[in-house]
């Protein structure tokens, strides 16, 4: 499968960036006007917040300056995104990024007042609920404020902080090539997008094998570079938490999200050790019913029955996400309807594209979405996915101040992963066959947790040896890298999947890692959408519940939002009830098979 040039996709497949911005001109006028305001605002309160009534006017305008900032910085970094070989994309990120950095310096001086106030404002301030996330951040950051100057120099240092996630990104997207193979005769080109969407669950055990070699081969090429670019990541972070004043890096990338290290290692822990048996089972069931003697690391993302994987177009995928979702009501809908008309989606599967998904959110405009479509079931997964995140971004941005709009990082997965299990829920009741639902509870397992209840949970395994190595002082590369993802691997999937050196590679997949402590955050996101899930199944009030969740943006802690749908995160119960809903699922599974042979 050879990746065509952008310019070959109709613009169908295209998203429209022109309700940002009409064109770039206008986008580089704006960083003018913007640049601007925040002088003006700058000559008005430097020097000038002393009262909570100083602070509250500030406030109120530094927030449509912001506003604006979160359309520049959404602007600047799409475009690339979709093009890496685009010079012109190359030229609107760079611009963008210079005007983050001038913009962040002229306005550090309002961070440095707001966190240097004394808490008696800032708990006059927080009683304001249009700021409340605003003031929790700032409590949080009091205790571990640098010298204004220090905090000053560190903003101008942004961009270079930003390096290493940058040049892995570059690599992944122009450097990762991978050489094309033959089966039965027949040549194949491979990517590291086609990989992943296409050849990693094919239904040939010799195309998996081969394609799996030539994506390892692909990979290893850079294994060195992406290290080093890996150790300067956590280097850098190691260094701040040290300069911040934290006990462990670990405390320094969990403060932002209001967690603590505690549940960090529960979310780790309790998967690694009692989900892993449940994975384990379900494989060895997979590889049963396709009559594999053993599985490898090339096998896992097979199907469990692979020739019911239909094609889907693109309109075909809109009417099951428009279906999937009709549980949480016409608001809802209606919101996230618009997202084919006013396209909201970059469905182009070009060459020099990013790997992936994503969901932006220029506040108050409307969400964009990245993907690459490849027709397969698991590009809805991917689609419905991105477009939880967008129906979230609509309703925290339309009942939220966009102080309190964004999720904490930490439950932030939760409206994706949720709408996943809506899709799947879809599926499985629009059959009585026993083998049509067995098809929809095994995409259940492998488009939804086996991808953010594993993939992601192991990259968080991985990580945590890779700080913990960090913390005593040690050092590391790709050799040792590889070796620590390898044991990770292993102790997950036991016996279940052969483990060898290519799967090792696997920490070289996602920029994740560039992300401080992300990756767990996908399977906390995933306990918080089953409960949620299941409250909309069992409680007649759960549609409501699920969409209050959704509107309370950050305006409240984690451990306060989740209770809107009757989760207590402070707890293990929602946890241990996500794996046993998940032990229950490979129960039915194993079920309908059995009904089936029996037939």
Do not use: C
Request: zero cysteines; aromatic letters at 12%.
């Amino acid at each position: 499968m050879e990746l065509k040039k952008r310019s070959e996709f109709p613009e169908n497949e295209l998203w429209d960036l022109t309700a940002l911005y009409k064109d770039r001109q206008d986008f580089l006028l704006t960083l003018e006007k913007t640049l601007e305001d925040i002088n003006v605002f700058k000559r008005n309160y430097q020097g000038q917040l002393k009262t909570v009534d100083d602070f509250t006017s500030a406030l109120m305008e530094i927030e449509q300056i912001y506003i604006e900032m979160s359309h520049i910085s959404s602007y600047a970094f799409m475009p690339q995104t979709t093009d890496f070989s685009s010079e012109e994309f190359a030229q609107i990120a760079k611009a963008g990024d210079d005007f983050w950095t001038k913009a962040s310096v002229e306005l550090s001086f309002f961070d440095t007042a707001l966190i240097s106030a004394d808490l008696s404002i800032l708990d006059k301030l927080e009683s304001n609920p249009h700021f409340s996330s605003a003031i929790r951040q700032a409590k949080i950051q009091k205790k571990h404020f640098l010298n204004p100057e220090v905090e000053k120099a560190l903003t101008n240092l942004q961009g270079i902080f930003n390096s290493p996630q940058d040049i892995y990104t570059k690599m992944r997207a122009g450097d990762f090539t991978m050489d094309d193979f033959e089966v039965d005769g027949k040549r194949y080109k491979n990517s590291f997008v086609t990989y992943e969407n296409f050849y990693q669950n094919h239904g040939n055990a010799d195309i998996r094998e081969k394609a799996f070699r030539s994506f390892s081969a692909g990979l290893r090429k850079h294994q060195n570079t992406a290290a080093a670019s890996y150790l300067a990541q956590v280097k850098m972070e190691k260094t701040l938490a040290d300069m911040r004043g934290y006990d462990t890096v670990f405390d320094y990338l969990l403060a932002e999200q209001e967690m603590d290290r505690a549940m960090f290692d529960r979310q780790i822990d309790l998967i690694m050790t009692e989900f892993a048996p449940v994975a384990q089972r379900y494989l060895k069931h997979v590889a049963k019913v396709n009559g594999l003697d053993k599985m490898t690391f090339a096998d896992w993302k097979l199907d469990l029955d692979g020739e019911l994987n239909p094609d889907v177009t693109i309109d075909d995928a809109y009417d099951l996400v428009m279906k999937s979702v009709e549980p949480l009501g016409q608001e809802y809908s209606q919101e996230v309807a618009r997202y084919q008309s006013d396209r909201w989606v970059d469905f182009a599967a070009n060459a020099n594209k990013d790997s992936g998904g994503y969901a932006a959110d220029p506040y108050k405009v409307h969400p964009y979405v990245l993907m690459s479509w490849t027709g397969r079931m698991s590009d809805v997964y991917t689609l419905i996915h991105e477009i939880g995140h967008s129906g979230q971004f609509i309703f925290s941005d339309n009942n939220q101040s966009y102080f309190n709009t964004h999720m904490s990082t930490y439950y932030v997965e939760a409206p994706s992963t949720f709408n996943e299990l809506l899709l799947s829920d879809y599926l499985e009741n629009q059959f009585d066959d026993p083998r049509q639902k067995r098809f929809a509870l095994a995409h259940r397992l492998t488009d939804t947790y086996f991808h953010n209840f594993i993939t992601h949970l192991l990259e968080a395994a991985f990580q945590r040896r890779v700080y913990s190595l960090i913390e005593e002082g040690k050092t590391f590369g790709a050799e040792q890298l590889n070796n620590i993802m390898k044991e990770v691997l292993s102790q997950f999937w036991g016996d279940a999947v052969e483990i060898n050196d290519d799967a090792a590679l696997t920490w070289m997949r996602q920029s994740h890692y560039y992300m401080g402590l992300y990756s767990y955050t996908y399977s906390a996101g995933l306990v918080i959408s089953t409960a949620g899930y299941l409250n909309l199944k069992n409680n007649p009030n759960g549609a409501s519940d699920w969409l209050n969740f959704l509107k309370s943006g950050g305006s409240r802690t984690p451990l306060d939002t989740a209770l809107l749908i009757g989760a207590d995160i402070s707890t293990d119960k929602p946890l241990r009830d996500t794996i046993q809903f998940l032990s229950d699922t490979v129960d039915q599974i194993i079920a309908y098979t059995k009904e089936l042979e029996n037939a």
